[in-house]
């Protein structure tokens, strides 16, 4: 890896949102002030070295991904700022390797024999610990310093959660919620439910309720099933406040917590809320969710719930429309996921390292 400025993946950079495809697309370049990008890294109180401050000046560095949501391949695509400066304030730039989701890791590895090895993989649990602990990726701490203050609040959850032997292994910029649960609130309305959003206010959001929604509406002969989405077994399971593996940071050693009361209720709902058919059959659907979008089923009333991360339902306004129902007469709305009745009190959402 070569020694690149911080800016290159600062949490306040403005991502363009590229899929991944062929690598004949060609990079568009967008005019965007220098001064302007600065200005916002200053407003965050962030201030960049000079030319003369880093060794990244005028350097390369080669991004391995199956997408590259820091250049810009059409002229209706947010600037990235983070890039455009990185550009432009010190002469530096980006090579995209594109790879393939399905073969990526057997690229990379392809890759690293030839002695060839790219600078940079979205970092995250994906790589962590066991990509690390097979050496295709180094430490980050030679290259940053997480004392700095553009990595402020930073350290402890990169040092806890993603370092070996004391060295931290992914460059964390920024900690993101995960999964919360979508609906229609016209459809609760039809269906005479409490708005989950007033049950969270009044701190009754809890899994009972949850579950009791999801029984009463499920209906197999009406191909009506409560429950959609990739994620909603993971996202439950975390809400329960505990992981199945646990980090020791007194011993820095990863142990089984699979015996928890807290995992074990977890499980439970979820085993009831499939015994009770009130999950969309993926198994009996070519394995795939409804209509094959997430929220699909939500808008027409034949979903109930979808656990699901915000970007899926921050599309143009015409498509969450078309999909999760009426945004501008206000029948979307989400809230966090429901809490352990038996439990600490407390609402637990997965975090996820923006990295």
């Known amino acids: 890896m070569k020694r690149v400025i911080s800016l290159l993946l600062a949490g306040i950079m403005i991502m363009a949102l590229v899929g991944c495809g062929s690598t004949s697309r060609e990079i568009v370049q967008l005019t965007f002030a220098t001064q302007d990008a600065e200005a916002i890294l200053n407003a965050a109180g962030v201030y960049l070295p000079t030319v003369e401050e880093t060794s990244a000046a005028n350097s390369t560095i080669v991004w391995f991904c199956w997408y590259d949501d820091m250049q810009n391949y059409s002229d209706d695509e947010i600037i990235n700022s983070g890039y455009w400066t990185f550009q432009e304030k010190y002469g530096c730039s980006i090579e995209w390797y594109e790879c393939s989701w399905?073969?990526?890791?057997?690229?990379?590895?392809?890759l690293i024999l030839a002695s060839n090895s790219p600078d940079f993989y979205p970092g995250g649990n994906e790589i962590f610990p066991t990509s690390c602990i097979k050496g295709m990726f180094q430490p980050v701490d030679t290259y940053i310093d997480y004392d700095d203050a553009l990595w402020s609040g930073e350290k402890e959850f990169a040092y806890d959660y993603y370092s070996l032997k004391g060295r931290p292994y992914v460059i964390v910029y920024d900690n993101a919620f995960g999964h919360v649960v979508v609906y229609n609130r016209r459809v609760i309305e039809e269906y005479g439910y409490d708005d989950p959003a007033e049950l969270y206010w009044n701190d009754?959001?809890?899994?009972?309720?949850?579950y009791e929604m999801c029984e009463d509406f499920s209906d197999t002969d009406e191909d009506r099933y409560a429950l959609d989405g990739w994620y909603y077994s993971a996202a439950l399971m975390h809400s329960c406040g505990e992981t199945i593996v646990q980090y020791n940071t007194e011993t820095q050693q990863f142990e089984s917590n699979i015996d928890s009361a807290a995992v074990e209720?977890?499980?439970?709902?979820?085993?009831?809320?499939?015994?009770?058919?009130?999950?969309?059959?993926?198994w009996n659907k070519d394995w795939s969710i409804r209509n094959g979008v997430s929220g699909g089923g939500i808008k027409e009333g034949l979903q109930l719930f979808c656990i699901a991360e915000t970007s899926e339902f921050t599309d143009?306004?015409?498509?969450?429309?078309?999909?999760?129902?009426?945004i501008e007469d206000g029948e979307v709305m989400f809230v966090p996921l429901p809490r352990d009745d038996d439990g600490d009190g407390v609402y637990y959402m997965e975090s996820t390292a923006d990295a």
Request: net charge negative.
């Open 265 to 282: 209720r977890a499980a439970n709902l979820l085993y009831n809320l499939g015994k009770n058919e009130c999950v969309y059959p993926l």
């Open 102 to 110: 399905d073969t990526r890791f057997d690229d990379l590895a392809n």
């Open 316 to 326: 143009t306004v015409e498509n969450v429309n078309s999909v999760w129902g009426d």
């Open 204 to 210: 009754e959001w809890t899994w009972d309720a949850f």
